[in-house]
């Protein structure tokens, strides 16, 4: 796949946040949950059971000068279906997940899962980022995952391991949308550790209230300037 193919088809990514999180995301970027443990200064004990295990419900993180983040749970990694279908172990999948700053590709895998039983009632933050500027910025960190990297519920769960998150140019695109049609030919595209600076490359900010009516809370100036390569 090359950059122009992703920014066609999939213009803009979808990450979904706790509600109330973009001021400090504005302050301190997306950050993948070992990234969010780092900031807080959690300890090498406690932060084990949350980056190598799938965590049972929301871990919530408090300091005086950061306020409060979640830690969201891991419900959808039933322990015994990854067992099954994974290359490696659980604790080094969790890490790998742990290490990452997740996007939808189309919005209609977004709604999927805002419609999802555990998600439905809840309040949501929705991060649009425009996909030829996070390119532009940053694309040596991304990789393409062919699935929903973050859930394994039934016996048929796509294999996954060590290769599952793909680099831009070696991602079998034109294999896959033979395969699945474009829409389902790329699911997740994810930033290594953090995305830093979001300001500089999202387009709007969603608020989504329980039971899914949509708010937009903020959107980029149109003068915003193109972003330079890091």
């Known amino acids: 796949m090359d950059d122009e193919q992703l920014i066609d088809h999939f213009p803009r990514l979808f990450h979904v946040t706790q509600a109330g999180a973009w001021p400090s995301i504005l302050r301190h970027g997306l950050l993948s949950t070992r990234a969010l443990l780092d900031l807080y200064g959690v300890d090498d004990a406690a932060r084990a059971a949350i980056e190598t295990e799938p965590r049972p419900g929301d871990v919530v993180l408090d300091d005086p000068a950061l306020g409060r983040a979640v830690v969201r749970d ?81 016996p048929n769960a796509p294999r996954r391991g060590p290769d599952s998150f793909v680099a831009v140019d070696a991602y079998p695109f034109q294999e896959l949308r033979a395969r699945r049609g474009v829409r389902d030919a790329v699911v997740e595209v994810c930033v290594e550790h953090a995305l830093v600076e979001v300001a500089a490359v999202a387009e709007c900010v969603w608020s989504i209230r329980a039971g899914g009516e949509r708010e937009e809370i903020w959107r980029a100036s149109a003068s915003a300037q193109p972003v330079a390569p890091r």
């Not at 997940?97 to 997740?102: C, E, K």
């Not at 940053?138 to 929903?148: E, I, R, Y």
């Open 74 to 154: 891991n419900r959808p990694l039933r322990v015994d279906i990854l067992g099954r279908c994974l290359d490696g172990s659980i604790a080094d999948w969790c890490r790998m997940l742990n290490a990452r700053v997740f996007f939808w590709a189309t919005e209609r895998r977004l709604e999927h899962h805002l419609r999802a039983r555990g998600h439905r009632d809840q309040p949501r933050e929705v991060v649009v980022v425009d996909t030829a500027r996070l390119l532009a910025r940053d694309s040596d960190a991304l990789t393409l995952c062919a699935f929903n990297s973050g859930s394994a519920l039934y």
